[in-house]
């Protein structure tokens, strides 16, 4: 490989200043992906980002060139083949970027722009030192750079947009493609001499279907229908109340279908752009006119087609059985596109590399090629001989379309980052990297080339190389070990693997005696294992750490054979950390069982296992053999040394404190590592640096900024044994880098060279050993039905269980187990602990069954006593849980029973309170705030309900604009009642009293009338005088207050006799409550006669006629005289059963009739509800009517609201016009005057050539004839045009592109080499002086230079005359959008006045005198309004001939109707007669009452009827009083309100005085107006627009009464017909 090229440059923020170390370590060689795009830098040499690197590699050899980004990760990258330049950035604050030269990788420019944060993208134009980029968040700008030059062209900025692809159009430097993920920009580079502009042309695209729809103008719509009454049509912006820019860019959602989505596209040797979409669509656009096609397949032959359905169901039946996903080939979604001469390459998803013959918007497709990886992009070698197919798993292909053979594959990077990289023993040949996938690669040391390659398909998450074998270890996230064989490193072998615990293995340790494999996993959990691949890789114990385990290193001591192990922990109770350090000695792999326990884990005395805390809280330690320990400190940036003491910490653990902190200039969490020797230290973290110290003087060594904080820093470093070489790997940006020393001290290499061999001695013999026993091991594979592969000990003993969850069931105690995995897949700590429990099991099978035995009695005694509490009474009985013996899971129970009680107990509680709070919510909104509250009255027998209208109290914003409102109102009715009353004065015809009083009785008819008014709301209490006119509502203002006079509440209107009756119940409800206050009454006689004034029938009926005394004795005892009483006895107790079933029958029909009249009652309430009912229907019509007029002025004014806000888009539209229209007329000023000067430079480069060619002859005036002709044939003859390489290259689809302006030197340079040719001595003529034929060369080149000159000042002209012309047009459309502008608020302010003039009428109309075919809105445009006086007449007359017929109708009706009342008569008498008859019989059987006892036996009826009647006449002489009394008040009322009266009146007039005295000024004012000379022209045009109103106006007048005197002359000679038919 290659060694690297270094840019010196600017360092990140947060790296030390340039010193000597930096130059002490440089760079051996790179490897990775980074998933960023490639480019082929010339025709065998592709370049791609890595991390802080750009590599090259080169097709051929494979060999790989690495050139470091001067200034962390690199960012954009973009390559140019044809010129051999690249370009990319870096991420730091103000990105720069850099343009660098191949194979020379020198540096060429550096850009500097405006981005602050980073740039996505950039791209080279084909032809000229042109480059695009495109930057991020927050700018989102476009620039166009000369980077030959260092200069900014031009930028433009498209905020929010995110570009993913960039493209130059290969035929015209000036056009740009920019694609995002759902829009497709077409940028214009124009060209005025000097300055740049960049011009926005976005491409509409297809919609998800492919259907392309014309471009639609939302802000100026084309149609302008009136509708008299939804108003104009305006744009959504208006409606949706938009003012400025968003006006013009609104698109509601409904309005625009979601279009296609880019993903690739390709410019054409026509110019054109193809796109692929990923709807599977191929579009073609064209770049002039922005036009969009869709590109179909065309139709295959029959045979052809059968052929294509048997191949997709091949591959489709393949890719099932694969368990993918079919894909559809006949449209694939192409994510990569390369044009050339033959026709279009594309690729996608399908992995599978299409072509694409175009022809006519048709396209024939064939499968080129077919890798089984999605395809990310495309590209062709600049002599379009190579393909190169890019896939976004890291993978690379060569495809050349000329062999139509099969993809080659070039690289294979697996784009999964890098986990770790290590030295293969004996650490100077070979090194062996591991991905996060699980591939593992051998590397050689010297040029990093790939050896090999082994994919183990796992989630790797450490990796380790064994010092005294040829062995690897990786680790993987399921806590497994592999063992790999690389002994020969050209095929590496998975040998072993162990499966340790279900723990992640985090991290792998060597000691360097190659004696233990350390594996820390999670949860505090180290394994030790024998590394040596003869003792089979042998699981020896391991070790549980309370805390978390942060890191661990080992420290061999080869003179006492052991090895330390120092564990950093992180304490969490204090911001401390704590080492933990214990010994592993070579006994344990020879004598391991005095070493662990039965279950597999390390005794804590054997391994001396020694405690230590320290001051700071450390990321990372590392111990030397000296007892000092170097640490990371994660609160600082520096390094902590500590001196441990030798003795046991373990039982009174004290704080360590550091004796030297070393300051670092690093950020972020970090990591150290120590050298083999222990003479260097190393230091990384997430800044990317590399920093390298002395372990002694902690003195910087090197340093190295070899990754990023951008790609997440260093994840792992390693040195090797001798020391040369240090591999680091990035965390994030999947590199990783092979550093070597450039300078170093001798001293320095020499220890660590016989470092280095001391330990080769000392492995050495082992190392043959154990490689050798390491071959012979068979290739592992994974058999689920093999024995322990983690306990060779035990592969001879009897087969394992078949589980490793061991249960004692509850029946009889037994062990038995539950199958859940295979042994194979069993843990090392799962075999252990199956062990000991199969070792315990055997050992105590006696004890075993006598427990068995004593639980099986101890059953039975619970379930008898269990028995007997089921017998006993409640109270005695026990709960069931107190027979449970295990007391600690009853109580375990029942704590998780309450907690979990607890927690639904605090989910209700949290619902109820959220619902409790929606309901005082709903209660306060709807119940609360309501000053009228809602009540209903419902039907006692039918289903008929009705309510009430709940209302809120007014606020006082609310009632203060009401009374605002009724003030403006009351004023503006007596303004317009003296302005009827000037105007009644000062008309010369005046009407008489009479007369005024019946014309103010037809105006207040007519402003009374349901008709005009609209709704009749005045019959049900609304109070319609103080409403405005519907013909009146012209203003806004008006309008408002209309709404605003609406919504006032209505009293409820009462009649005469309604009132009366309402002051009568009301003093009866007052007596009523007076007389139920005086009580005295009441308890006099609650206190004399128990509440009762004489003894009731039913008290004595309930009373019962006590038994004889005698009853009890026998009857035969009984004498005369009982025997008499208890005849009594009987007799009375049967008349008194006889009277009770009187009465109880009496009470019967008595409880009948009050049914009869309860139900009666009930029933007319009924009927009173639902005439209620009705009056409500018709109330809420009355409302519903209101409510149409208020829904009819809000839309009036929503439409008045959205004619401004169309207007005041309009208006700012047109100011941005005008500033543009400014901008562009100066632009054309300016340039104008610079092709007026650039025209005299041309025309002085002309003049200057001709004047060379007409100074040839004086020149050489000297030379002879013959030669002088002979020369100036010379002088003339000019060399064949010089042409570029790649532009001779048929190949190249792109061979005729125009050249850009730049490329006059280039051309002119080109020219003078051809010109070399020429002025040679082989065409000098014969007998001419050389000294002549130099001066003549010379004046042909000063001659050639002039011509050159003068053609490129042509062509500038002509550009910039161009670009004049472009910007003519651009001010000759803005003049015209003006004008259309203009037109349009013309337009709108004609439509305005309309609105305010054509107003909407609400009518009633009677129901049945209109009838409508349709629910649509009858056209009323022909309609016409007449008064109302002719058509009363019409109908007094048409009710006049009504009469005399009904007259006569009802004479011939009333005879008849005689002749039916004498027989109705003659019916009455007969039965009169027969009541007559029927009241003789009541008479006779008629009951004697009370009232007719009284009048029978009472002497003085009539006294007594007498004294009642002067009772009354006295309360009606009281009542009289009352109600004169109550007169006069009233009559006292009237005259103060008469008196009010007249004093307002008195106020009145002396306001009209005031009136009119404003009314003269306001004349005077006028006439002084009129009589000023200003304004003469708009007066002059208003008159006479005035005029032409007055004309139209009276011819439709004319029209009117034609028509009304052509309806009235039908409707006399009607009238004469109907009324003289003989005539």
Known sequence: MEPASEEAGAKPPGSPPFSAEEAALEVSWVQGFSRKNFGFIDNQTVCYPCGNYILFLDIETKKTTALQCPAGQVGAFAASGSGQVLAFSDRKLNPIIYVYTFPGLSKLAELKGNAQLDYTLLEFSFTGPYLASYSSIPEFVLSVWNWQENILLCSESQPGVAVTSLSFNPMNWQQLCCVNESSVTIWRIERNNDEYHLKQNPVKLPDGQGSVSPHEDLFFPVSRNEDPYHGPDLPVSAIAGLVGDEAETFKPRNYSKPSVHPTAHCWTATSEIYLGCKEGYVLAIDVETRSVSVLQQKPLPEYMRKISDVVSYVRREVQKNKGGKPKDLQKPVLFAMAFCNEG??????????????????????????????????????????????????????????????????????????????????????????????????????????CISKLNLDIEATAMACCPSSNSVAVGTKKGQIYFLDVTKVEAPRIVHRIFLSKFPVVSLHYDQSGQFLIARATEGHIFILDARPSKLFEVLGYVVLADEVLGLSLVSDFKNDLVEVVVLLNIAEVQRARLEIFCLSSALTTDNDKYVNEQGMLNTSAIKKEQYDLDYPLSSAVRLKDNIVYGYCTCAPFICKYHLSEKNMLEDPSVFLSGKKTPSSQFGSGFL??????????????????????????????????????????????????????????????????????????????????????????????????????????????????????????????????????????????????????????????????????????????????????????????????????????????????????????????????????????????????????????????????????RAIKCFHMACEVTNYPLKERSEEELATLEKVLQLKKIETADLKVQKRNFEIESETVLSKEEGEKAEEIMADDSASFCLTGSLSSQYGGNTSILYHQWDLHTREQKVNQIVLLKIKAEKYLTQQEREKAEMMVKLEMERRLAATDNERLRALNDMMGGVLEVRKEDILKMDIPPPPFISKPEHVWNDEEKKIFREHEKKVKELNEEKEKYRRALENELKKLETSIQETTQKFDETVCKLSERKVKLEMVIYQEELKIVNLLYALLLDEELDTRGAGLHNFLMKKEKEKVKTARTIQITKNKIEAYIDTCENAIAEEKNLECGFTKEFADVPANLLDELFQLYKHRPKTPTTEFLRDTTNPYGDCSSSDEDYKNTLTLLMKAMDELDSPEHMPNGLDPSIWEHFCLARRNKMESEELVKWKALTLAEMQAFLQRRIDDNERIKSEIEDIFQELTWLQEGKTKLQLNLTVQFLLKQGQVELESTEIPDYTDAILIKKNVIEELNCSIMAQGEKKIASMVECKEFSKGILQLEWEHKKMRMQIEDLKQKARDIVTLPISKDRQLFLTVLNYDSRVTHRISVMEQTLSIMDKLHKKNVKNCRK??????????????????????????????????????????????EKIAKQRYREILKQKHLRGLVKEQEEFEILQAQVERLRLRTFPLL
């Open 344 to 449: 279009l390459y594309a690729a996608g998803s399908e992995g599978i590399l299409f072509f694409y013959h175009i022809k006519d918007l048709q396209y024939e497709m064939k499968i080129c090629a077919d890798i089984l990886q999605p395809i990310s992009s495309l590209m062709f070698s600049p002599d379009y001989t190579i393909l190169l197919l890019v896939t976004g798993q890291g993978t690379v292909y060569t495809y050349k379309p000329a062999h139509c053979g099969e993809a080659v594959k070039l690289l294979d990077a697996r784009s999964s980052f890098f986990l770790a990289a290590d030295f293969l023993s004996p650490g100077n040949k070979y090194c062996v990297s591991v991905t996060i996938a699980g591939e593992v690669q051998v590397w050689f040391l010297e040029d990093g080339t």
């Open 673 to 934: 590592c120590l050298s083999p020797n222990s003479r260097w230290l190393a230091s990384a973290a997430k800044d990317g640096v590399l920093f390298i110290y002395h372990t002694f003087a902690m003195d910087l060594l090197a340093q190295k900024h070899c990754h990023s904080y951008q790609g997440g820093g260093i994840r792992s470093m390693v040195f090797s044994l001798d020391g040369k070489f240090i591999l680091v790997n990035g965390e994030n940006d999947g590199a990783l880098v092979c550093l070597k020393w450039k300078k170093i001290n001798e001293i320095e290499v020499k220890e660590a060279a016989f470092h280095w061999q001391s330990l080769f001695a000392i492995l050495n013999k082992s190392t043959s050993s154990e490689n050798a026993v390491l071959k012979s091991m068979a290739e592992w594979q994974f058999d689920p039905a093999s024995t322990l592969e983690s306990l060779p000990e035990e592969k001879f003993e009897e087969a394992p269980l078949k589980s490793s969850n061991v249960e004692v069931t509850e029946e009889d105690g037994n062990i038995t187990s539950s199958c859940s995995a295979s042994t194979n897949e069993m843990t090392w700590i799962g075999q252990k602990m199956k062990k000991v429990i199969r070792e315990e099991t055997q050992r105590f099978a006696n004890q075993k069954s006598e427990l068995q035995m004593g639980i099986k009695k101890l059953r039975k005694t619970i379930q008898k006593m269990m028995h007997e509490n089921e017998q006993v009474p409640d109270i005695e009985k026990l709960e069931q849980q107190e027979f449970n013996l295990d007391i600690e899971e009853q109580e375990r129970a029942q704590a998780a029973a309450e907690q979990e009680v607890a927690r639904v107990r605090k989910e209700i509680e949290m619902e109820n309170l959220a619902n409790r709070y929606l309901r005082d919510v709903i209660k306060h909104e709807c119940w609360d705030a309501m000053c009228v509250k809602g």
């Open 1533 to 1578: 009322r009237i005259k103060e309100l008469e008196k009010c009266i007249s004093l307002k009146e008195q106020a009145n007039y002396e306001l009209c005085l005031e009136l009119k005295e404003m009314l003269v000024c306001i004349s005077e004012r006028r006439h002084i107006f009129e009589g000023a000379d200003t304004q003469r022209v708009s």
